[in-house]
């Protein structure tokens, strides 16, 4: 899952979603860059490349009434999870970098996962070929401050132009503050009897990432991209 959104973005919760409210947000505030989504979401085709154990995909089914979905991530245990959590996704397991489909979507999504991948570069020029002509590519990610302008050089020279761009550092720490205290209650208060890679899996408030995006040498950066 991802690290979560507590920020000035509201999205209405339902009941039995509650404790995942941040994660939610998160997926929501990034899908509500794409214009009319709201209004036409029923009509448009999206793919999730990292979709995960498929949050976001449930995300788009019931809070966005969006039902041509498909889905890629690499962990096959992952596809195996998310296919009996969302049902009538089409469910992939692929390296975000070897996956190819002929299909051409609205959205192309991609949420805190490409950070992961061995070229962000070869992605972009992936995910650029996914799109319709007046598609929209939603990517949003953790960026060292050093390769921003990097990053950001490989979407021209992937064919694509930023239409907006927002930092959330500060909502995303807030929810890793939140969520580190309810979620992990001993690795918050006794740090020291956790080692760090446990901190780092987990995200609390002990780890790398967490500070690192509190003293903003990283960005969580979400961006709306359309075709050059
Ligand atoms: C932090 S999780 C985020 C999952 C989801 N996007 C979310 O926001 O809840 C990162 C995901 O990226 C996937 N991933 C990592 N490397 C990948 C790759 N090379 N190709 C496709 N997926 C990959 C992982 O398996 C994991 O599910």
């Given at each position: 899952?991802?690290l979560g959104?507590?920020?000035?973005?509201?999205?209405?919760i339902?009941?039995q979603?509650k404790?995942?409210?941040?994660?939610?947000?998160?997926?929501s505030?990034?899908?509500?860059?794409?214009?009319?989504?709201?209004?036409k979401?029923?009509?448009?085709?999206?793919?999730?490349?990292?979709?995960?154990?498929g949050?976001?995909?449930y995300?788009?089914?019931n809070y966005?009434?969006?039902?041509?979905?498909t889905?890629?991530?690499?962990?096959?245990?992952?596809i195996k999870?998310a296919?009996?959590?969302?049902?009538d996704v089409?469910?992939?397991s692929?390296?975000?970098?070897e996956f190819?489909t002929?299909?051409?979507?609205?959205?192309?999504?991609n949420?805190?996962s490409s950070?992961?991948?061995?070229s962000?570069?070869s992605?972009?020029?992936k995910a650029?070929?996914?799109?319709?002509e007046?598609a929209?590519?939603?990517?949003g990610?953790?960026?060292?401050?050093?390769e921003?302008?990097e990053?950001?050089k490989m979407?021209?020279q992937?064919g694509?132009?930023i239409?907006?761009v927002?930092?959330?550092?500060?909502?995303?720490v807030?929810?890793?503050e939140?969520n580190?205290?309810?979620?992990?209650p001993?690795?918050?208060?006794?740090?020291?009897?956790?080692?760090?890679r446990i901190?780092?899996?987990f995200?609390?408030?002990?780890?790398?990432?967490y500070k690192?995006?509190?003293s903003?040498?990283?960005?969580?950066?979400?961006?709306?991209l359309?075709k050059?």
């Amino acid at each position: 899952m991802n690290l979560g959104f507590m920020g000035k973005y509201a999205v209405e919760i339902k009941t039995q979603d509650k404790n995942d409210a941040h994660h939610i947000s998160l997926y929501s505030k990034m899908l509500d860059k794409v214009p009319q989504i709201r209004e036409k979401g029923k009509s448009m085709s999206v793919i999730e490349i990292g979709c995960g154990r498929g949050g976001g995909c449930y995300v788009m089914k019931n809070y966005f009434d969006i039902c041509d979905i498909t889905a890629v991530d690499l962990s096959s245990a992952n596809i195996k999870l998310a296919s009996k959590f969302v049902p009538d996704v089409e469910f992939i397991s692929c390296d975000a970098i070897e996956f190819t489909t002929e299909k051409k979507f609205d959205i192309v999504l991609n949420l805190e996962s490409s950070h992961r991948y061995s070229s962000r570069l070869s992605f972009f020029k992936k995910a650029a070929l996914m799109m319709k002509e007046d598609a929209c590519f939603l990517f949003g990610d953790m960026i060292r401050k050093t390769e921003l302008e990097e990053v950001e050089k490989m979407f021209t020279q992937s064919g694509l132009k930023i239409i907006e761009v927002e930092t959330i550092n500060e909502g995303v720490v807030n929810s890793i503050e939140k969520n580190s205290r309810k979620q992990y209650p001993l690795a918050t208060r006794f740090p020291f009897l956790f080692p760090r890679r446990i901190h780092s899996f987990f995200v609390t408030i002990h780890s790398q990432a967490y500070k690192r995006l509190k003293s903003k040498d990283v960005l969580y950066n979400l961006y709306l991209l359309k075709k050059l």
